[in-house]
């Protein structure tokens, strides 16, 4: 899971983000 973190953080659409994360855009980093 720590390399779904790192894209998590990189902001990559990445198809591991999309199935962790359904909803990228809901996500917004404060950075």
Not at 1 to 25: A, Q, T, V, Y
Request: contains cysteine; hydrophobic residues 30%.
């Amino acid at each position: 899971m720590e390399l779904i973190i790192c894209l998590c953080i990189n902001n990559r659409p990445n198809p591991i983000l999309l199935i962790s994360h359904p909803g990228p855009e809901s996500q917004s980093d404060p950075s």
